[in-house]
């Protein structure tokens, strides 16, 4: 299936970073609560990602990553995501997050 690009323009990408990866003890599926900073324009925002396989809490902190910034908000549980953060299967399904290979600024617009 193709779409016109009109339709992928539509979907919002930004890339953020890392400011806080928290504990999400109470998700259905081992998962941690994430804030992201976007720069000015976006903000901060929040997510919950099923990253525990590859990924430890202290080693997120700093990271940037790339987000789907307007979906509608998603309650998880007790907890609201804000955005969708990427990310890619490995070979047995655990996420692998989406970033950006350099440093770039915060908010910038994936295209």
């Given amino acids: ?15 953020g970073t890392i400011v806080a990866a928290d504990p999400f003890p109470e998700a259905r599926r081992p998962a941690y ?16 990602a099923q990253l525990t396989a590859n990924y430890a809490l202290e080693a997120l902190v700093g990271r940037q990553v790339a987000a789907v910034v307007n979906f509608a908000p998603r309650q998880i ?8 953060v ?5 070979v047995v399904g655990a996420v692998v997050l ?5 440093p770039v600024a915060n908010g910038g617009k994936l295209f």
């Fill in 1 to 15: 299936m193709t779409i016109p690009y009109g339709t992928f323009a539509q979907v919002d990408i930004r890339v």
């Fill in 33 to 48: 609560k994430l804030t992201v900073d976007f720069g000015p324009e976006i903000g901060v925002k929040r997510s919950s």
């Fill in 77 to 84: 549980g007790p907890f609201l995501s804000e955005v969708l």
């Fill in 86 to 90: 990427l990310g890619f299967p490995d």
């Fill in 98 to 102: 989406v970033a950006p290979d350099k």
